[in-house]
């Protein structure tokens, strides 16, 4: 069996590996350049981990979907920034702030195509695409849901969690069954590894929305509250709306909406906010439940148990990351 950081050096060889084109060169350079940014690679490296737990293998096939449902997830990096008019990614410029929106969506739509090549070259491709394309709509899907929610002054925490298991959850829930598709599992436990990863990928989501609030800076290497100076819909913003109630929610609803006040300012009054709600605990608990609901089912996936140790840990560090 391979570990985590195993299937990542061996990913990190193959995207070094990569080609593209050379002409024209402001559309294949941004694509480069967003792919070698850095990033957890944890889609891809899971979707492999998922293989071997069947195989005890890893083959270039295998290597080369990973790398597929990787180019995807760049390809959303990307036009995430084009929409969010960002600068910086991972401490460096946004391929948007480097070449331009026009080139950025290009090399997106480039990287796109580039990722469902890659899925084709598998040998029961039509599967694998079948499980690929479906998350590549709810992950379009999540991003609308997300820009809606953005004119809405309050959502539910049913909302919440549908775009965000859409927007977060669905490409991670996805590589995972494409591991076990690759691999030619069983049909229950391709469901089994889909549904282990889809909680673990809205659990992620939920540390990202706390770590943004409450993580250490030094650690977390950039300022925190960035989610509460743009007024996002985070999990800690929507069960704060629903915990509070009168005059008080309408006074954080008002505190979120505005456009006016300092960052830090606005930042210091919502996690008073946040405070009074409980809702870093409110947090912590269905964070806690989703990491149960994802164990117990790959508790049932039909392998020795040894073979889900390396699962087990991947699990249990994204949701105990700092950073």
Same mark, same amino acid.
């Given at each position: ?178 591991? =076990?598709?690759?691999?030619? @599992?069983? !049909?229950?436990?391709? &469901? #089994? *590894?889909? /549904?282990?990863?889809?909680? %673990?990928?809205? $659990? ?65 009054? =919502?996690?008073?906010?946040? @405070?009074? !709600?409980?809702?870093? &605990? #409110? *947090?912590? /608990?269905?964070?806690?439940? %989703?990491?149960? $609901? ?30």
């Amino acid at each position: 069996m391979h570990s985590f950081s195993s299937l990542s050096e061996r990913l990190a060889r193959a995207i070094d590996s990569l080609t593209f084109p050379q002409s024209p060169a402001l559309l294949y350079q941004p694509m480069r350049y967003a792919l070698l940014s850095g990033g957890k690679r944890v889609r891809p490296a899971l979707l492999l981990l998922c293989a071997d737990m069947f195989l005890q293998k890893v083959e270039q096939e295998h290597v080369d979907v990973s790398l597929g449902v990787e180019l995807f997830h760049c390809f959303t990096l990307i036009h995430d920034d084009v929409m969010d008019k960002a600068d910086l990614r991972r401490g460096h410029p946004t391929v948007v702030k480097k070449w331009g929106i026009n080139t950025a969506i290009l090399s997106g739509d480039a990287m796109l195509i580039e990722a469902y090549k890659l899925v084709c070259r598998a040998a029961n491709a039509n599967a694998l695409l079948a499980a690929f394309s479906k998350a590549a709509t709810d992950v379009c899907e999540g991003q609308q849901l997300d820009v809606d929610f953005e004119e809405q002054p309050a959502i539910t925490e049913e909302q919440y969690f549908v775009m965000v298991g859409k927007k977060t959850a669905a490409l991670l829930a996805a590589a995972a069954a494409m591991g =076990a598709i690759a691999a030619e @599992a069983p !049909a229950a436990d391709v &469901q #089994r *590894l889909y /549904d282990f990863a889809y909680s %673990l990928g809205v $659990a992620f989501q939920l540390r990202d929305d706390y770590l943004d609030v409450y993580a250490d800076v030094a650690e977390f290497g950039k300022v925190t509250g960035g989610d509460i100076a743009a007024g996002k819909k985070t999990f800690l913003f929507v069960s704060t709306a629903a915990a509070l109630s009168g005059q008080e929610r309408d006074e954080f609803l008002q505190l979120m909406q505005s456009g006016h006040l300092p960052a830090d300012e606005k930042v210091r009054r =919502a996690k008073n906010f946040y @405070a009074k !709600a409980n809702a870093a &605990q #409110r *947090l912590k /608990d269905a964070e806690s439940k %989703l990491l149960d $609901a994802a164990m117990q089912n790959l508790a049932l996936v039909n392998v020795p148990h040894e073979r889900k140790e390396h699962l087990e840990r991947l699990a249990l560090t994204l949701l105990q990351r700092t950073k």
